[in-house]
């Protein structure tokens, strides 16, 4: 595995991966999970919702370099997002922009079923 | 400019050339240097070319305590596993079609057998214990009146275990049964005499022991002698077992690899086997990492760890200043967990978040200190990130 294994996006965000950890459980607190690390890849989302947006992401991950930068990637584009932005979220936007081989691409869907599952909790919750 | 100097660590991939073996073959390569054909016996090139390969001849059974004519030169393990896999099977293959291995061995042994199941022979798939041994007991109870060859590595290429193999050898000599051992990861490092061990065949390879790549060996067995055919047919070189024109640099180089390895193999050991034990302390600190393979019966320079919490290609990525495997170097392009990780029972999570280090002549004890805090700092970031669910898993 070398650095020409990765687009430099990936390798940045690997290096120093943004809103790593989980907000504990509160009022406005949504948080949801995808995955299994036998699997190979695992993502736990956690944010705090105000109004009906998003105003802070956090992200845990099992997985990848690949994946590693995924969560980090979705941690800065969701902020501010709408529960209707989490649940039109599709793995295409981080597999172009982080250049996801296509072998990979199942791991993106684990992503994607976290973040819907988000959008799920979030609806749950009103 | 890249500052960063990445620290070899995966002899068990292959070993650097040894500035004197690499001296010898150059000499051979040179416009004074021996340019005949060995095989040329009419002529004084060819005969001083001829009295190289014998030379090497010599020092390679030397070091495996046996007759130079029972080397058969070859292009590498791979080749000589194949020859003695499919040389007795066929050559044997009326007289019975059983043979005997185990499934944590080498893809040079394991696949061709499979190729052997498809043409119509029967493999008995001995799995090894927690541990990595298999017991010579299993052996036993594998034989059958129609088995024709047991083979089974002396070293593991991933993790560095050791098979009994005289104790296996004894229970084949016994049952008149013929013995292959692949020893491409032993040579160097264990003291082999093939008389001991009671082997009928003996893989051999010159990368894994700071010679060349492309030139191995195959020690076959001449008293009685041992039925074999032939994979490459063409000038009848090598008594006929091996066709083809010998390559006199890569086997002199071969030659002097081996005859230095056995020659300074006590004191490498030693100080190699210091260096892993500094290794495996400082990698150990960081806990929720588990040692591969049997601890005590293992070679001095290979440690396979998995850590727990880590996803495999991350860790190995991040600990990119370091050139280790995960898993063994010839099947790491594939997705699946280790098969021989697998065969110990490790999950396919613990499997896939494994490592293995192996050490060698040239490994300094900074280069080890180097390693472990890399080592530490690494996983303890990645296991930062890591779902807490992951870390609770048995």
Known sequence: ?126 | VNTVKTIYLDYAASTPVDPRVADAMIECLRASGEQGNPSSAGHEFGRRARALVEKARAQVAKAIGARPECIVWTSGATESDNLAIFGVARFNADRGRHLVSSKTEHKAVLDPLKQLEREGFEVTWLKPGADGIVRPEQVQAALRPDTQLVSLMHVNNEIGVVQDIAAVGAICRERGIAFHVDAAQSAGKLPLNVDAMNVDLLSLTAHKIYGPKGIGALYVRRKPPLGLKPLIYGGGQEYGIRSGTLATHQIVGMGLAFEIAEREREQDVERIGALRDRLWAGISSLGEVELNGHPQARVAGLLNVSFRGVEGESLQFALRELAVSAGSACSSASEEASYVLRALGRSDQLAQSSLRFSLGRYTTAEQVQTAIAAVKREVTRLRSYSPSAVENKP
């Open chain 1, 1 to 126: 595995v070398s650095e020409t294994s990765y687009n430099p996006v990936v390798v940045e965000h690997f290096a120093r991966p943004r809103n790593v950890g989980r907000f504990a459980a509160a009022a406005d607190i949504i948080a949801a999970s995808a995955g299994d690390p036998d699997q190979g890849v695992r993502f736990d989302l956690s944010a705090r919702v105000q109004d009906d947006r998003i105003v802070a992401l956090r992200f845990e991950v099992y997985g990848c370099p690949h994946c590693i930068a995924a969560g980090s990637l979705l941690s800065e584009r969701l902020q501010g997002a709408t529960q209707e932005d989490l649940r039109r979220w599709s793995w295409r936007e981080a597999a172009d922009e982080l250049e996801f081989p296509p072998e990979k691409r199942g791991r993106l869907l684990v992503l994607e079923d976290a973040v819907h599952a988000l959008a799920a909790q979030w609806q749950r919750r009103r």
